[in-house]
C-alpha cells in the first residue's frame, strides 16, 4: 500500500498515568491504517544503546488490561539529556548525533514523542538537527507544559493526592492535629491548588505566591479559636520556598535537581507557632504510578488518534493538546516557549480565596 507508514513512539521524561492508555491508542489507530509502529524503549535512551532497543507494537499485545495500568511498558527516563550527556567517567558529552543515527535506521516516517516540556524541548531540538518528522503527546503531572488544558497524568495525580487529603482529615480529626501534605508538581502549583480545593484544604502555598508564616499560623490559630474546629489541613507544593527564600532541593549526579524536604520545614514551623501537633505526608511518587483515572484515558485516547492524524496529514512539530473539550494540535515551540503556571488572577486563585482558604499571602 503506498501510504503504509513505519512510526515509531517513545515516552520521555517521568512517568504518569495515562501513558499505557496513549500507547495503545497509537497502535490502534495506525494499524487501522495498516502502518507499522516501532515501541522504542526508555526514551531516548533505546536509541543511543547498540543494538537499539525497541520492538513492533501490534494490536494482540494491547489485550485490554494494559490501558488500565500505570507506569509506561515502553520504559522511560528523565535523566540523560542527549546533548549533555553524563559518561561514566564524569564528563558530557553531545550524544545526538547518535541518537539521530538510530532513528535512520529505524527507517521511520515519523516519531511520536510522549513527553512534558523538557522532553518535547530535546525531541524538537533532535527533529530539527536530525530532519525528522515529530508530533508530540503531552505528558506531565506537574500540567506546567502550555497551550493544553491538561496533560496525562495530571488529573490521576490530583485525584490521588485529594484521596490523601480525604484519608488524612478524619485522623487529623481525631487527633486534634495539623495534617501538611506535601505534593509534587514542581515549579507550578497546579497540583497543589486543585487538590487542596478539592479536598478541603485549610491552606495551600504553591510556589507562585510567596507565603508569610505568621499569615499561615495565624489562619490555624482562627480555625481553633473562631471556628471550634480542632484540626487543619495544609497542602504545600514540593517547590514552595523556605522563609528565606531558599528552595529545598537534591542535586543528583548529571546535575538534575529534584524537590523535597518543604512539608517537613514546615510543618516544624507551623508546630512551633501554633502549639499544634503537626504532621507531616510527604505523597511523592504514589501521585504518578497509578492507574488513569477516566478522565486521563479520555484524554490519551483522544490524543493518541489525533497524533495518528497529524502524521497522516503530514503535519508535522506539533503536538496534540486539550481545548474546550476537544483535541486540537499546536506547534511544539508555543507548548514549550508558554509554561503553565497557576494564574493567580484566574479561577482556582479566586476560588480558593472566596472559600476562606489560606494561600499564604
Ligand atoms: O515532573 C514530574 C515530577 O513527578 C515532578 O513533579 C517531580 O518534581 C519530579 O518529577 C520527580 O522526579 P523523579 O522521578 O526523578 O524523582
Known amino acids: 500500500m503506498a501510504n503504509k507508514k ?8 517521568g512517568d504518569c498515568a495515562g501513558l499505557n492508555a496513549a500507547i495503545r491508542s497509537v497502535v490502534y489507530a495506525a494499524t487501522n491504517l495498516d502502518w507499522e509502529v516501532i515501541g522504542i524503549e526508555d ?21 485490554t488490561t494494559i490501558m488500565r495500568l500505570g507506569g509506561t511498558i515502553l520504559g522511560t527516563t528523565n535523566k540523560g539529556n542527549p546533548f549533555r550527556f553524563l559518561m561514566p567517567d564524569g564528563s558530557f558529552k553531545d550524544l545526538s548525533d547518535d541518537i539521530i543515527a538510530g532513528l ?13 516540556d523538557g522532553s518535547m524541548d530535546i525531541l524538537r531540538r533532535l527533529s530539527q538537527q536530525g530532519k525528522f518528522n515529530l508530533v508530540g503527546i503531552p505528558k506531565t503531572i506537574d500540567n506546567d507544559l502550555g497551550k493544553t488544558e491538561s496533560s496525562l497524568g495530571f488529573e490521576t495525580a490530583v485525584f490521588v493526592a485529594t484521596e490523601a487529603l480525604d484519608r488524612l482529615q478524619p485522623t487529623a480529626a481525631s487527633h486534634d492535629r495539623v495534617m501538611v501534605l506535601e505534593v509534587m508538581g514542581r515549579d507550578a502549583g497546579n497540583i497543589a491548588i486543585t487538590t487542596g480545593i478539592a479536598g478541603g484544604a485549610d491552606v495551600i502555598l504553591i510556589p507562585e505566591i510567596p507565603y508569610s508564616l505568621d499569615k499561615v499560623a495565624q489562619k ?9 474546629r480542632n484540626f487543619a ?9 523556605t522563609v528565606d527564600g531558599k528552595a529545598i532541593k537534591v542535586e543528583h ?3 538534575e535537581k529534584r524537590y523535597g524536604g518543604i512539608g517537613h520545614y514546615l510543618g516544624e514551623l507551623i508546630a512551633e ?18 492507574a488513569p483515572i477516566a478522565s486521563d484515558r479520555l484524554l490519551a485516547a483522544a490524543f493518541g488518534v489525533h497524533a495518528v492524524e ?20 499546536v506547534p511544539i515551540k508555543d507548548a514549550i516557549a508558554s509554561y503553565q503556571a497557576v494564574d493567580l488572577n484566574g479561577t482556582l486563585v479566586r476560588t480558593a480565596r472566596s472559600l476562606g482558604i489560606c494561600l499564604g499571602d
Open 220 to 228: 490555624i490559630i482562627s480555625i481553633r479559636e473562631n471556628e471550634g
Open 273 to 290: 507557632k501554633t502549639g499544634f501537633e503537626t504532621r507531616v505526608t510527604v505523597l511523592g511518587h504514589v501521585q504518578r504510578g497509578c
Open 310 to 329: 497529524l502524521v497522516a496529514a503530514g503535519k508535522f512539530d506539533r503536538m496534540v493538546a486539550w481545548s474546550n473539550r476537544s483535541v486540537i494540535d
Open 43 to 63: 526514551g531516548t535512551a533505546g536509541l543511543l544503546s547498540r543494538p537499539m532497543r525497541y520492538k513492533v507494537l501490534t494490536r494482540g499485545m494491547f489485550d
Open 6 to 13: 513505519r512510526i515509531g513512539i517513545l515516552t520521555s521524561g
Open 104 to 116: 535512520r535506521e529505524l527507517k521511520l516516517d515519523a516519531l511520536i514523542g510522549i513527553g512534558g
Open 233 to 241: 489541613l495544609v497542602v504545600v507544593s514540593e517547590a514552595v520556598k
Open 253 to 255: 549526579e548529571g546535575g
